[in-house]
């Protein structure tokens, strides 16, 4: 998959943030308000996020903590799979059970679209057991051709 130059507003505030040097990068970060959110940080003060209101990058939220006890892919990998998702689902509409910020984080920092939240809750059986498959086939294929 190419990425193309874009004048697309996303891509170009997330270029304008995103900062390969920073050690907070390319890490999974979340906060709860009833639910958990989910987030990837691209500097030392912003996060890149898939939500109800679609992507957008925007400062790391107060109370954010960082996902722990997982095996996040390298950083660069991280920030380059960022546009690389972006471009296949920016179209993809948003569902709580089918295709929420969790199952995006997580495709994007370690390789796996779940959402725990959906693998955990009793409705798991009706949408792959909180995973997407196609999500993840989508994203290996893109990522191969990207190298």
Not at 9 to 23: E, G, H, N, P, R
Request: aromatic fraction near 14%; charge should be negative; include cysteine.
């Amino acid at each position: 998959m190419e990425i193309k130059p874009e004048t697309d507003s996303i891509i170009l505030t997330f270029k304008a943030y995103v900062d390969y040097q920073s050690s907070k990068a390319g890490r999974l970060i979340h906060n709860w308000d009833g639910v958990w959110h989910y987030y990837i940080t691209i500097s030392d003060t912003h996060v890149f996020n898939f939500g109800g209101n679609g992507f957008a990058v925007f400062p790391i939220p107060l109370n954010s903590q960082e996902v722990t006890q997982i095996k996040l892919l390298n950083k660069k990998e991280v920030l380059d799979r960022c546009l690389i998702a972006y471009q296949l689902f920016k179209d993809w509409h948003y569902g709580l059970l089918g295709w929420n910020c969790e199952h995006f984080a997580r495709l994007v920092t370690t390789g796996e679209a779940v959402s725990y939240q959906v693998k955990e809750s009793a409705l798991a059986c009706l949408n792959h057991n909180g995973y997407h498959p196609l999500a993840m086939k989508m994203m290996n294929e893109a990522c191969l051709s990207y190298s």
